[in-house]
């Protein structure tokens, strides 16, 4: 199993681009499938999740600007970033919770990440 995002990128500031993360390999289900990010020496954090009946959590620098969204068919994630600013420059991840196909219990994949750089 392997989630691979992309769309990541340069913009300039107040510009919009949209990442995805598809999940490949034989899986049973997919549950929570989200986003988050990472700046130079910090931790993880969260951008979004989205459940898989459809509940969603934002983080709040990104309430209002960004949107999560996934297709189950695809098992596909995608994040719509708009009205980006300087400060979203960062290495976003996607993440997931899924079941894979013999394994029977829920297990946590992340992606390789995507860098996302806004110029001011």
């Known amino acids: 199993v392997q989630l691979q995002a992309s769309g990541g990128g340069l913009v300039q500031t107040g510009g919009s681009l949209m990442l995805s993360c598809a999940v490949s390999?034989?899986?049973?289900?997919?549950?929570?499938m989200g986003w988050y990010r990472q700046f130079p020496g910090k931790q993880r954090e969260l951008v979004a999740t989205l459940s898989s009946d459809g509940k969603t959590n934002y983080g709040d620098s990104v309430k209002g600007r960004f949107t999560i969204s996934r297709d189950n068919i695809k098992n596909t994630v995608y994040l719509q970033m708009n009205s980006l600013k300087f400060e979203d420059t960062a290495v976003y991840y996607c993440?997931?919770?899924?079941?894979?196909?013999?394994?029977?219990?829920?297990?946590?994949?992340w992606g390789q990440g995507t860098l996302v750089t806004v110029s001011s």
């Open positions: 390999g034989t899986i049973f289900r997919v549950d929570d």
């Open positions: 993440n997931a919770d899924l079941v894979p196909l013999g394994l029977w219990t829920v297990r946590n994949y």
